[in-house]
DNA sequence: ATACATACC
DNA sequence: TACTGGTATGTAT
């Protein structure tokens, strides 16, 4: 209602730049001056020119869609309200108001960790950033309109009192774990968003709250000589050394007839008093704010509803310090939606808005009544989700993080014009984005660079390779060549660049090994076989869907030979179990009698839920049921000692490394996806011959780009060749404005070619046996195939591996025309040495880690 | 596959 | 003086 206002005043007006008054805490203030303020300070920059343009393009936009809604007929409308009409009921078939979704979320997060540690700036307004962006600010700054993601120096125009905090990101990861150990009590699968924010799924909790003892929900307030007073500006990276006293206790070896000593005074009196708290959801959802506050002394807010939509905009109803709860009816639902503006639901942003708005929609109310007209003007995603929303629908499973698409760098900067300053920053983002990826062991396909001018216009070029790069040397290589392509497109003009940033993405470990990562999950269910013929299907059908989603399995934890996969497609037998069954079964036995109980009153839990409809593929139901059995599925996998760990009630967290079956070395994770991803990079890391030269002198390579850029020009035969081995687009340019022999034979040494065109050979890392193929698919088979021999040797007894040899032939490879013709040694594969290579010859004593070994003894 | 836009924190 | 940085996803080509 108040909302409209901003954006349908008078055309030419920037709704881009006005003030965002949709936050909590920005309610009756002088909206008209502070957007005047806003104007005059940023008119006439050249962000505001480029605002003006993009909402332009905005109105073009907008214009385009208003002519197509004027060509609707009448007919077509009525088609449309029907189709519309069979989703909604198709939707509505799949409403689900079982779940019990919370939705958390720090007060003014960074602003109040600030104002914590720094008790000056209690009472005064602050915001968190620099003059030039803030990242939040506290209640009292946002009274004059100052709020996130404003520009410093505009802040202080709208508030010149207003005191700005450098971030300090080590402080507020801590907190962060703080309060995410908090999350963990009530659902260890909780979906953090942000540092602050983060969606639980409480429905599992409540059901075992109820059977608590009053002991289990005794909260100890923090004693008052702790609170605030004390707390100085520490040691940045010092969490809070006296957790242990500060945090709220939980009473579980007391008995249940402990006194509740909660003072008349309330919460916050002294020392010893405590705080008891329900068994309702509402309490539990308090009793989780009151020991965010004991632990952390920040406050929490939080949203409770059936779904996450709902959730999350039921977390801000009541902020800051509070909670709401939306019942699980569809009628509270319903009332609910239809009275909330479009803005409010996450994923309807500005444009959005202002399109809804010109339909005259502004609530979602309206989205429901013009459900019709929008399925005819926009996309069937944008309006599949806006009917989601009218009907009050929304995710009822939280999904487990994702694994990780892309990963990026940037920097802005004073102008920047010259070539090699230009590069030489380039090749920085690129050393920063490899460091970053060798810590997740990903490795990546496509490198784009974005650039961005003084005119605030944003370019982004791609390329997309045909091996996954990591290194810097090899990020740089291709980004460079992007980078000096819009050199050259520009030239003479120089590029003015305020921005510049990189990204990878397309990992591998994603598409390319899916075919081969059969399901894991069969091999480790022990017994299961043939006991219910539908139930199988049903697991096959849930783990296609699964890994078609999600890869969460490698095919190292899939290696079983081709003959006895196909078996075990068509329905395991259980004579054809696979040694990992085995293995498997007989390491449950071994388990202490819990676990195993546990392990299986989770399968025995996954298996009783109903088939789902073949056709219902789109169905939300069908989606979120299937994820919910991934997330069983891969949680089946994790090693017993870790699985269980997490899961316990009132337990802490547990953080324990990985160790790699190859290379034998810890990874810091537990993240399933990211250890798999490291073993997939360790392999094939190791097979690869690590011919090219690892590192050249950057420098020179930098100094030698930029001359061939500026001076010297002719081709060179060098070039050429450097040429052939990229794709088209990069030739093209490379031919066009031709560089000096210097710079590009500096690059043969500091950027790696592809291999492909190279003739790289494979060596296997189990049989240590050259292959003859560069096709991962063919190689990674053969890796399967040598590591079932190994592994069968060793249950066997044998400690040596006296592998068979499995040589691949090239025939394969060639077909998918992946071999360059001239690899042709047909022989046999022949012995090779890497040196580099921590080849998997299995030692023995070790550690009690957490190597897949465990399956194996 | 690439480019650009939108969205979220 | 000064308008972010990281990730995901949608839209268009």
Redesign the pocket.
Same mark, same amino acid.
């Given at each position: 209602m108040e909302n409209g206002a901003s954006s349908t005043k008078e055309e030419g007006f920037l709704s881009r730049?006005a003030l965002n008054d949709n936050k909590a805490g920005m309610e009756g203030l002088d909206r008209d001056k502070i957007n005047k303020i806003?104007m005059e300070?940023?008119k006439g920059?050249?962000?505001?020119e480029n605002?003006l343009k !993009?909402e332009q393009?905005?109105n073009q936009?907008i214009e385009k869609m208003m002519l197509q809604k004027a060509q609707i007929t009448e007919q077509q409308l009525k088609k449309a309200q029907a189709q519309v009409e069979r989703v909604a009921l198709e939707l509505e078939r799949s409403r689900d108001l079982t779940r019990v979704i919370v939705h958390v979320?720090m007060d003014a %997060?960074y602003a109040a960790v600030e104002m914590r540690d720094c008790p000056e700036l209690k009472d005064k307004p602050m915001a968190v950033?620099?003059?030039?962006?803030l990242?939040t600010s506290n209640y009292h700054a946002r009274k004059f309109g100052v709020r996130?993601?404003?520009?410093? %120096?505009?802040a !202080?125009k709208l508030c010149p009192n207003l005191v700005i905090v450098p971030p300090n990101f080590d402080k507020y990861r801590a907190v962060s774990d703080e309060i995410r150990e908090i999350f963990a009590d009530y659902d260890p699968h909780f979906q953090p968003?942000?540092?602050?924010?983060a969606y639980l799924d409480f429905t599992d909790h409540l059901e075992k709250r109820q059977s608590w003892p009053e002991s289990c929900r005794t909260h100890r307030c923090r004693t008052s000589s702790t609170a605030t007073g004390e707390r100085q500006v520490e040691l940045p990276q010092e969490a809070v050394p006296e957790v242990a006293n500060l945090s709220p206790v939980l009473f579980e070896d007391s008995p249940s007839s402990s006194p509740c000593l909660l003072s008349p005074e309330g919460v916050r009196a002294s020392g010893g008093a405590f705080e008891v708290f329900g068994t309702s959801v509402e309490e539990a959802v308090r009793e989780m704010r009151f020991r965010i506050e004991q632990k952390t002394t920040l406050t929490a807010s939080a949203g409770i509803a059936p779904n996450m939509m709902l959730a999350?905009v039921c977390s801000d109803k009541n902020k800051p310090n509070g909670q709401y709860v939306l019942p699980s009816t569809r009628e509270a639902v319903m009332d609910f939606v239809q009275a909330l503006p479009v803005?409010k639901?996450?994923?309807?942003? !500005?444009?959005?808005?202002?399109?809804l708005n010109a339909l005259g929609i502004s609530s979602c109310s309206h989205l429901a009544q013009q459900m019709a007209l929008l399925s005819l003007l926009?996309?069937?995603?944008?309006w599949h989700?806006f009917m989601q929303v009218s009907l009050g629908l929304g995710s009822t499973y939280i999904p487990r993080h994702?694994?990780?698409?892309?990963?990026?760098?940037?920097?802005? %900067?004073?102008e920047l014009s010259k070539v090699e300053e230009q590069l030489s920053l380039c090749r920085e983002l690129c050393e920063?984005l490899a460091e970053?990826m060798k810590k997740e062991d990903l490795k990546g396909?496509?490198v784009?660079?974005k650039l961005?001018n003084v005119n605030?216009?944003?370019?982004?070029?791609?390329?997309?390779l045909q091996y996954a790069v990591a290194t810097a040397d090899e990020i740089f290589a291709v980004a460079k060549d992007?980078l000096k392509m819009e050199i050259e497109n520009e030239s003479p003009q120089p590029l003015r660049l305020?921005?510049m940033?990189v990204?990878i993405?397309?990992f591998v470990g994603l598409d390319d090994k899916k075919p081969l990562q059969k399901s894991i999950i069969g091999f480790l269910q022990p017994g299961k076989t043939g006991s219910s013929g539908p139930t199988q299907e049903l697991h096959q059908k849930l783990e296609n869907e699964h890994f078609s989603t999600r890869s969460v399995l490698t095919w190292h934890f899939a290696g079983v030979p081709t003959a006895q996969k196909k078996q075990e497609e068509g329905g395991q037998t259980s004579e054809q179990q696979s040694f990992f069954q085995r293995a498997h079964a007989k390491r449950l036995q071994l388990q202490a009698a819990k676990s195993s109980a546990q392990e299986e009153g989770r399968r025995e839990a996954a298996s009783v839920i109903t088939p789902i409809d073949t056709d219902a593929e789109n169905s939300l139901e069908s989606y979120a049921e299937a994820n919910k059995f991934s997330d069983l599925s891969e949680k089946d996998f994790i090693p017993p000692t870790e699985a269980h760990a997490s899961t316990s009630g009132c337990g802490g967290s547990v953080s324990e490394s990985l160790t790699c079956p190859v290379c034998f070395r810890q990874v810091e994770t537990t993240d399933l996806n990211v250890f798999n991803r490291h073993i997939d990079q360790c392999l094939s890391n190791t097979c690869r011959k690590p011919d090219h030269s690892t590192d050249s002198d950057s420098e020179s390579d930098l100094e030698l780009e930029s001359k061939g850029l500026d001076k010297h020009r002719g081709e060179s035969e060098v070039e050429k060749q450097e040429a052939k081995n990229y794709?088209q687009?990069a030739q093209r340019s490379l031919k066009n404005h031709s560089q000096t022999d210097s710079s590009i034979s500096a690059d043969n040494e500091t950027a790696p070619q592809p291999r492909n065109n190279k003739g790289s050979i494979l060596t296997c890392p189990v049989c240590q046996l050259t292959q003859d193929t560069n096709d991962l698919t063919v190689f990674n088979h053969h890796v399967d195939l040598c590591l079932n021999q190994e592994v069968l040797h060793e249950l066997r007894g044998q400690t040596s591996s006296p592998i068979n040899t499995l040589s691949v032939t090239k025939s394969k490879a060639t077909d998918r025309g992946q071999l360059p013709p001239r690899q042709a040694s047909k022989g046999k594969s022949k012995r090779r040495d890497s040196p580099s290579s921590p080849c998997p010859k299995r030692s023995k004593g070790l550690g009690p880690h957490n190597t897949i070994d465990k399956f194996f003894r």
């Amino acid at each position: 209602m108040e909302n409209g206002a901003s954006s349908t005043k008078e055309e030419g007006f920037l709704s881009r730049m006005a003030l965002n008054d949709n936050k909590a805490g920005m309610e009756g203030l002088d909206r008209d001056k502070i957007n005047k303020i806003i104007m005059e300070t940023s008119k006439g920059s050249r962000f505001y020119e480029n605002e003006l343009k !993009k909402e332009q393009q905005v109105n073009q936009r907008i214009e385009k869609m208003m002519l197509q809604k004027a060509q609707i007929t009448e007919q077509q409308l009525k088609k449309a309200q029907a189709q519309v009409e069979r989703v909604a009921l198709e939707l509505e078939r799949s409403r689900d108001l079982t779940r019990v979704i919370v939705h958390v979320d720090m007060d003014a %997060f960074y602003a109040a960790v600030e104002m914590r540690d720094c008790p000056e700036l209690k009472d005064k307004p602050m915001a968190v950033g620099s003059m030039s962006m803030l990242s939040t600010s506290n209640y009292h700054a946002r009274k004059f309109g100052v709020r996130a993601a404003m520009p410093g %120096f505009i802040a !202080k125009k709208l508030c010149p009192n207003l005191v700005i905090v450098p971030p300090n990101f080590d402080k507020y990861r801590a907190v962060s774990d703080e309060i995410r150990e908090i999350f963990a009590d009530y659902d260890p699968h909780f979906q953090p968003v942000s540092l602050d924010e983060a969606y639980l799924d409480f429905t599992d909790h409540l059901e075992k709250r109820q059977s608590w003892p009053e002991s289990c929900r005794t909260h100890r307030c923090r004693t008052s000589s702790t609170a605030t007073g004390e707390r100085q500006v520490e040691l940045p990276q010092e969490a809070v050394p006296e957790v242990a006293n500060l945090s709220p206790v939980l009473f579980e070896d007391s008995p249940s007839s402990s006194p509740c000593l909660l003072s008349p005074e309330g919460v916050r009196a002294s020392g010893g008093a405590f705080e008891v708290f329900g068994t309702s959801v509402e309490e539990a959802v308090r009793e989780m704010r009151f020991r965010i506050e004991q632990k952390t002394t920040l406050t929490a807010s939080a949203g409770i509803a059936p779904n996450m939509m709902l959730a999350k905009v039921c977390s801000d109803k009541n902020k800051p310090n509070g909670q709401y709860v939306l019942p699980s009816t569809r009628e509270a639902v319903m009332d609910f939606v239809q009275a909330l503006p479009v803005r409010k639901v996450s994923g309807i942003g !500005k444009v959005s808005e202002k399109m809804l708005n010109a339909l005259g929609i502004s609530s979602c109310s309206h989205l429901a009544q013009q459900m019709a007209l929008l399925s005819l003007l926009f996309s069937e995603t944008s309006w599949h989700h806006f009917m989601q929303v009218s009907l009050g629908l929304g995710s009822t499973y939280i999904p487990r993080h994702e694994e990780r698409k892309s990963m990026s760098t940037e920097r802005t %900067f004073k102008e920047l014009s010259k070539v090699e300053e230009q590069l030489s920053l380039c090749r920085e983002l690129c050393e920063d984005l490899a460091e970053d990826m060798k810590k997740e062991d990903l490795k990546g396909k496509t490198v784009t660079l974005k650039l961005k001018n003084v005119n605030f216009e944003v370019k982004t070029r791609a390329l997309t390779l045909q091996y996954a790069v990591a290194t810097a040397d090899e990020i740089f290589a291709v980004a460079k060549d992007l980078l000096k392509m819009e050199i050259e497109n520009e030239s003479p003009q120089p590029l003015r660049l305020r921005l510049m940033g990189v990204r990878i993405s397309a990992f591998v470990g994603l598409d390319d090994k899916k075919p081969l990562q059969k399901s894991i999950i069969g091999f480790l269910q022990p017994g299961k076989t043939g006991s219910s013929g539908p139930t199988q299907e049903l697991h096959q059908k849930l783990e296609n869907e699964h890994f078609s989603t999600r890869s969460v399995l490698t095919w190292h934890f899939a290696g079983v030979p081709t003959a006895q996969k196909k078996q075990e497609e068509g329905g395991q037998t259980s004579e054809q179990q696979s040694f990992f069954q085995r293995a498997h079964a007989k390491r449950l036995q071994l388990q202490a009698a819990k676990s195993s109980a546990q392990e299986e009153g989770r399968r025995e839990a996954a298996s009783v839920i109903t088939p789902i409809d073949t056709d219902a593929e789109n169905s939300l139901e069908s989606y979120a049921e299937a994820n919910k059995f991934s997330d069983l599925s891969e949680k089946d996998f994790i090693p017993p000692t870790e699985a269980h760990a997490s899961t316990s009630g009132c337990g802490g967290s547990v953080s324990e490394s990985l160790t790699c079956p190859v290379c034998f070395r810890q990874v810091e994770t537990t993240d399933l996806n990211v250890f798999n991803r490291h073993i997939d990079q360790c392999l094939s890391n190791t097979c690869r011959k690590p011919d090219h030269s690892t590192d050249s002198d950057s420098e020179s390579d930098l100094e030698l780009e930029s001359k061939g850029l500026d001076k010297h020009r002719g081709e060179s035969e060098v070039e050429k060749q450097e040429a052939k081995n990229y794709p088209q687009e990069a030739q093209r340019s490379l031919k066009n404005h031709s560089q000096t022999d210097s710079s590009i034979s500096a690059d043969n040494e500091t950027a790696p070619q592809p291999r492909n065109n190279k003739g790289s050979i494979l060596t296997c890392p189990v049989c240590q046996l050259t292959q003859d193929t560069n096709d991962l698919t063919v190689f990674n088979h053969h890796v399967d195939l040598c590591l079932n021999q190994e592994v069968l040797h060793e249950l066997r007894g044998q400690t040596s591996s006296p592998i068979n040899t499995l040589s691949v032939t090239k025939s394969k490879a060639t077909d998918r025309g992946q071999l360059p013709p001239r690899q042709a040694s047909k022989g046999k594969s022949k012995r090779r040495d890497s040196p580099s290579s921590p080849c998997p010859k299995r030692s023995k004593g070790l550690g009690p880690h957490n190597t897949i070994d465990k399956f194996f003894r």
